[in-house]
């Protein structure tokens, strides 16, 4: 067991799939291309190994942990959602800081969300409140695009986080 899971022992069979190119941001395209001052192509680049040794000095057991490489609109397809085998999720971080990288991060999600799901977006402030850029404009897109879908602001965290816990009808 890990440090995690002795003491919320309910983790212990907790699977987590983790979403990411490993090679930073992509080029700023299409309403992002007006960022590209702002956000460099392959910044924030982390190796996929680097990210496993940091994850498991974070005590999390490696062996409920599948990562998916690759740019989200080439790896997050109909065969990798069978393949997966994903029921519901409990929780979801987007961190794509890029409206054109959210997109379809929220459409691959869809299917997963339940009454309940707590999803966290680790950029939403990032441009300044505004919700007709980056994460925050995909995500209101998203909830008019499924109406089944109602979102309620949850917690606020630092300067750009926000969360939202929603519910399915």
């Known amino acids: 067991m890990t440090k995690s899971t002795k003491r919320y022992p309910r983790l212990a069979n907790m699977r987590s799939f983790v979403f990411d190119s490993f090679e930073g941001l992509p080029t700023p395209t299409g309403i992002d291309a007006d960022e590209s001052e702002r956000y460099e192509p392959r910044e924030y680049a982390c190796d996929l190994n680097q990210f496993r040794r940091n994850v498991k000095r974070g005590g999390v057991d490696l062996r409920n942990v599948r990562c998916v490489a690759g740019w989200y609109d080439k790896t997050l397809t109909p065969a990798l959602k069978q393949e997966l085998g994903i029921q519901k999720a409990a929780i979801i971080l987007i961190d794509c800081d890029l409206y054109e990288s959210t997109v379809p991060v929220l459409n691959f999600i869809t299917d997963y969300v339940q009454t309940g799901t707590v999803v966290i977006f ?30 309620n602001e949850y917690h606020k965290c630092g300067r750009t986080i926000m969360s939202f816990i929603l519910q399915v009808d």
Do not use: C, H, M, T
């Open 122 to 151: 680790d950029d939403w402030y990032s441009y300044k409140g505004r919700l007709d850029r980056g994460e925050a404009k995909a995500f209101v897109e998203w909830l008019k695009l499924n109406p089944r879908i109602q979102a």
